[in-house]
């Protein structure tokens, strides 16, 4: 079982920056794929960012280039930057992880964006 406890969130301005941490409680296991996935009123749940062992991440086209998604391996730990941020990005963000095709989700940080 993995445990996912998250960090941060909060209110900024648009155009402001927020930084969020997750880590995950599973032991000495070593986690595959680590990121953040978000939830805005009325819509699903989509993945945003993520950050595999090798060092591979990937960024949902609306926040490439703003969002930066950082891991630290031996610590089961993830964080996500978030730069120049918009109204639309308010949402409830999960720290997420796949372990090999099982994926695990966090209880949620709310980030509102106020413009």
């Known amino acids: 079982q993995v445990q996912l406890v998250e960090s941060g969130g909060g209110v900024v301005q648009a155009g402001g920056s927020l930084r969020l941490s997750c880590v995950a409680s599973v032991g000495s296991v070593a986690l595959n794929v680590m990121g953040w996935g978000r939830q805005a009123p009325g819509k699903q749940r989509e993945v945003v960012a993520t950050?595999?062992?090798?060092?591979?991440?990937y960024y949902a086209p609306s926040v490439r280039g703003r969002f930066s998604v950082s891991r630290v391996t031996d610590k089961n730990a993830v964080d996500l930057e978030m730069n120049s941020l918009e109204p639309e990005d308010t949402a409830v963000y999960f720290c997420?992880?796949?372990?090999?095709?099982?994926?695990?989700w966090g209880q949620g940080t709310q980030v509102t964006v106020a413009s």
């Open positions: 997420y992880v796949d372990q090999y095709g099982n994926p695990y």
């Open positions: 950050v595999r062992r090798s060092g591979e991440t």
